[in-house]
Nanobody, 122 residues
Framework: QVRLLESGGGSVQAGGSLRLSCAVS????????VGWFRQGPGKEREAVAS????????HYADSVKGRFTISQDDVANTVDLRMAGLRPEDTAMYYC???????????????WGQGTQVTVSS
């Protein structure tokens, strides 16, 4: 059974940093595409970043390029999202997800975590 569990969310002031972590069980993260998504209040869910270790591919939404970094820990089987220079518009529920097809296409992520809240105040 595949399970994803996010942690690390919280409240910070604009310009601050947070590190989100996604613990994956039932799959080895380096064999699949794992991504982070977010959904802000009144907004649609959007893809934030994705990582396919096998093909050495990463992808970032334009809104987070240069501020967010996705990485994985093979030993812990986690995928982290380091967020710096946070802005109020980054406020959202953040979810990690796993794509078993390894396409990294947003519509192919099949397994999802419960989410962790990030709130950025101005």
């Amino acid at each position: 059974q595949v399970r994803l569990l996010e942690s690390g969310g919280g409240s910070v002031q604009a310009g601050g940093s947070l590190r989100l972590s996604c613990a994956v069980s039932g799959r080895t993260v380096r064999d699949y595409c794992v991504g982070w998504f977010r959904q802000g209040p009144g907004k649609e869910r959007e893809a934030v970043a994705s990582l396919d270790y096998f093909f050495d591919r990463t992808h970032y939404a334009d809104s987070v390029k240069g501020r967010f970094t996705i990485s994985q820990d093979d030993v812990a089987n986690t995928v982290d999202l380091r967020m710096a220079g946070l802005r109020p518009e980054d406020t959202a529920m953040y979810y990690c997800a796993l794509d078993p097809t390894r396409s990294c296409n947003s519509d192919r992520f099949q397994y999802w975590g419960q989410g962790t809240q990030v709130t950025v105040s101005s």
